[in-house]
């Protein structure tokens, strides 16, 4: 779990157990393997969310910004 009031979140996972972010202000990219395919949680009232890996039930990962990009990617 983190949580920030302000800056970058860069986490590289491996695909056991929960991921969970909360940022006021701040980009949020989430790496996976290859393979994995987590259950995805995003919300951004100001910024983009993208998830570029198959979504599934591997994991969960769950991500609040108030603004800020947020990414779940694979590779």
Same mark, same amino acid.
């Given at each position: 779990?983190?949580?920030?009031? =302000?800056?970058?979140?860069?986490?590289?996972?491996?695909?056991?157990?929960?991921?969970?972010?909360?940022?006021? =202000?701040?980009?949020?990219?989430?790496?996976?393997? *290859?393979?994995?395919?987590p259950q995805t949680h995003?919300?951004?009232?100001? #910024?983009?969310?993208?998830?570029?890996?198959? *979504? #599934?039930?591997?994991?969960?990962?769950a991500v609040?910004?108030?603004?800020?990009?947020?990414?779940?990617?694979?590779?």
């Open positions: 779990q983190v949580n920030t009031a =302000s800056g970058r979140v860069a986490l590289g996972c491996r695909g056991t157990g929960n991921v969970s972010v909360k940022t006021m =202000s701040g980009a949020v990219t989430v790496r996976f393997p *290859e393979g994995i395919r995003l919300r951004s009232l100001s #910024g983009r969310s993208r998830v570029e890996c198959p *979504e #599934g039930d591997d994991c969960r990962v609040s910004s108030f603004s800020g990009k947020i990414e779940v990617v694979s590779g």
